[in-house]
């Protein structure tokens, strides 16, 4: 599924060109919400987050905060920003086996405290934003990648 999402993901941001990364909906009550740039750089944050905590490390700040590093603001630097997040995302949950599966983290304050709702959350965080994304490269005129098949 983490293969699959990145798939999705990965595309659907390589479509928006660079000059659109900045590009947010201003009408119809969207005032106030992300960039195209930020959604991304959010899910990748996450990724890095739950990547983190699967594997019992600590996130860095902008990770834990879900906006990712204030340096990371071209496309091209988003880009890497996010195919990382998917690297560290696939080793975090090549961790899990039949023995922590389920075992409770210590280190995630949350009712969601296993590994495994870690690994179903982040999928179902990703194609939430991925959702986003579709609707912000339509709205400028793109057929996202996944509608050209």
């Not at 870690?118 to 939430?128: G, Q, R, T």
Request: glycine share 4%.
């Amino acid at each position: 599924w983490i293969t699959h999402t990145e798939d999705e993901v990965v595309q659907a941001a390589a479509a928006m060109p660079d000059v659109k990364y900045s590009f947010a909906p201003t009408d119809r009550g969207f005032t106030g919400v992300r960039t195209f740039a930020q959604q991304v750089k959010h899910l990748a944050a996450n990724n890095y987050r739950m990547a983190a905590y699967i594997i019992g490390q600590t996130p860095t700040p902008e990770e834990e905060a879900e906006t990712g590093p204030d340096a990371v603001r071209s496309k091209v630097q988003i880009m890497d920003y996010l195919r990382g997040s998917f690297t560290a995302l696939h080793r975090a949950v090549a961790t899990i086996n039949e023995e922590n599966l389920v075992a409770p983290l210590a280190s995630y304050p949350s009712r969601q405290n296993t590994r495994l709702q870690l690994a179903e959350d982040v999928v179902a965080h990703s194609y939430n934003h991925y959702g986003q994304m579709v609707e912000y490269l339509r709205m400028n005129g793109i057929i996202p990648p996944a509608s050209r098949r």
